[in-house]
């Protein structure tokens, strides 16, 4: 059964601008942090104008953040853009990016090769297998509909890659291999209202 929010309220989110590590095509969860790049930053501008022509009264949202700096420079951005406080937004530590454990910082062949047993076996089964020392997709799913079971007024959110495909995968009823597939697109916004998922650029 999908993930539906409670009648009423809108929930608009984004992923993070573009990092130096997405660019080095590296893992990048929790203990990694690299800095926007200038690609990142106009992403969070994007993001920003999207945001303003979408929601009369965006500055009414509840605005919160992933506490890890990618994620707080780029709401920081997109509030400044919004000509409101940069600083004044709250942090959920359940927006977080799934931790990568030993894996955190590590190419995909450099995980491969260093733990192909782990490494094949989360790839047939990315629910239920933990990449070494981290997090499995049902740990990503259940930080995400605790998080949604509080929204209590329209929001604004800005998180991370992983998270936000199995957060869209569950307002729309996917299995994990269908939300494993979905982009990672950075520089949009995602409006949801009930289950149904629009994307906004």
């Not at 590296?26 to 790049?37: A, I, S, W, Y």
């Not at 990449?131 to 605790?146: Q, T």
């Not at 509080?150 to 995968?169: E, K, M, N, Q, Y």
């Not at 995602?190 to 994307?199: D, Q, S, T």
Request: glycine letters at 8%; aromatic letters at 8%; proline letters at 3%.
């Amino acid at each position: 059964m999908a993930l539906t929010l409670a009648p009423g309220r809108t929930l608009f989110f984004c992923r993070h601008g573009e990092t130096e590590a997405n660019v080095e095509k590296r893992f990048q969860g929790r203990t990694v942090d690299t800095p926007l790049t200038a690609n990142g930053r106009e992403q969070a501008r994007a993001i920003a104008a999207i945001l303003r022509g979408a929601c009369d009264a965006f500055s009414a949202l509840d605005f919160v953040c992933s506490p890890l700096p990618r994620a707080r420079t780029t709401m920081e951005i997109i509030r400044g853009e919004l000509g409101l406080a940069p600083g004044a937004y709250r942090t959920d530590d359940r927006l977080m990016e799934i931790n990568l454990g030993l894996w955190d910082g590590l190419t995909d062949r450099e995980a491969s090769a260093r733990y192909p047993v782990q490494y094949d076996a989360r790839i047939e089964d990315k629910w239920n297998v933990r990449v070494p020392g981290g997090e499995n997709y049902a740990d990503v799913a259940a930080r995400a509909e605790s998080w949604i079971a509080d929204i209590r007024d329209d929001t604004f959110a800005v998180s991370h890659g992983a998270f936000t495909r199995v957060l869209r995968g569950l307002f729309q009823g996917l299995e994990w291999k269908q939300m494993s597939d979905l982009d990672e697109t950075q520089g949009v916004v995602f409006r949801v209202r009930g289950n149904k998922v629009e994307r906004l650029e």
